[in-house]
């Protein structure tokens, strides 16, 4: 059985354009028409659209999901190239924490550095910005 473009949508909780944007990426391959013009999808088309999700909620990118996909296909290649990728990512997201940890606490540092009184003209967390040096 076949499913038209919004029964895709309603099964794997997307819109319309989000399934065309897929297309185009190369992520879900393009469809066939009906006589009547409709685009046409196989039914594992919202299992792959939830997969891409899935590892979009994850961080993984468009480029790295359509690499994720294709490693399916590839009974060659164990497991251990797909567990490799998600230790880079693991490993890149445990990156991002700590860049958003030091953010986190040059944002205390300056936080702590104004009382909140006074004219914005001495405020201290504005000079420090403007600052040639950052403390």
Known sequence: MELKIGEVADG???N???IRYYERKGLVPEPHRSSSGYRMYPNDTVRR??????AQEL???????KELL???FHSEISSTEVRARVQAKLADVEEK???LNAIKQA?????????????VSQCPILKS???EEYD
């Open 12 to 14: 794997s909780g997307v």
């Open 16 to 18: 319309l354009q989000t």
């Open 49 to 54: 659209i939830r997969f891409i999700k899935r």
């Open 59 to 65: 961080g993984f990118s468009l480029k790295e999901i």
């Open 70 to 72: 294709a490693l399916q």
């Open 97 to 99: 924490l700590r860049a």
């Open 107 to 119: 944002l205390i540092h300056l936080a702590c550095s104004c009382s909140g009184e006074g004219p």
């Open 129 to 131: 910005l403007d600052s």
